[in-house]
């Protein structure tokens, strides 16, 4: 934090840090910076905010690191003055996370995480397919490679089998889309090539949205950089309110 801050920059930013610490009692580190001056906070308005952060849990997902910057922003005036800060309106942010293997995995098996990949729908010669993972192990070994080891079930309309499969892929990059490496069934009966077309299309369609939306938030990845055991992500986001943590 920069020594130089104002009286209410300095005083904002240690209450919004102090509401941070009684919501994240297992972060190992928090700072928040607030641009803005006491006649904006009156008038609801801030230049910009920026969080960081080490060791956060969100949501059943540990975050190693996280860095958050805004744009200008408009606020609740009352709720900021005791660092809550309530958007009046949505807010463009950028965010750099970086995320442990470990912390992937375990969050992999947790009910919140799952109840978001508990099936995926595809459309497969005109029939509905639904993919149910039954279990999902990610290994990031380095270059530039994420593997995915994992049991689904294939429920079709007449016929359900479970199969273990390791997908090997390229994530998304600045200027790169992804790219799958290999894909083979390990376990079970083998998955059609047309089940695999169609899920490649399907991720394909969801990469490609300009945002995903979970909660109060639109996001997109826009870059992934995967290194030994662990990976980093660049998030650009809006926000309709800032999540509840």
Not at 60 to 79: A, L
Not at 102 to 129: M, P, Q
């Amino acid at each position: 934090m920069s020594q130089e801050r104002k009286i209410e920059e300095n005083l904002l930013a240690q209450a919004a840090e102090n509401t941070l610490s009684k919501q994240l009692d297992g972060a190992e580190k928090i700072d928040v910076d607030v641009q803005t001056d006491l006649l904006k906070i009156v008038q609801g308005q801030a230049e910009a905010v920026s969080f960081a952060g080490e060791g956060l849990e969100i949501q059943e997902v540990r975050i190693q690191e996280i860095e958050i910057q805004t744009d200008n922003i408009s606020i609740n005036p009352f709720s900021a003055i005791f660092g809550q800060i309530e958007l009046e309106q949505p807010v463009n942010t950028t965010a750099r996370i970086v995320l442990k293997e470990a912390d992937i995995n375990h969050a992999l098996t947790s009910d919140f995480v799952r109840s978001k990949i508990k099936h995926l729908n595809l459309t497969v010669d005109g029939e509905n397919i639904s993919l149910q993972p039954e279990k999902l192990q990610l290994s990031l070994p380095g270059d530039r490679t994420i593997q995915i080891d994992g049991f689904v079930q294939i429920n079709e309309p007449d016929h359900t089998a479970q199969v273990g499969f390791t997908a090997m892929f390229s994530p998304r990059t600045l200027d790169k889309p992804i790219l799958m490496k290999s894909f083979k069934c390990t376990q079970g009966e083998n998955i059609s090539l047309d089940i695999v077309v169609a899920l490649m299309n399907k991720i394909k369609e969801l990469v490609n949205l300009p945002y995903l939306e979970f909660d109060d938030v639109w996001f997109r990845i826009i870059n992934m950089e995967v290194q030994k055991g662990s990976l980093v992500l660049l998030i650009e986001a809006k926000m309709r309110q800032i999540p509840k943590l």
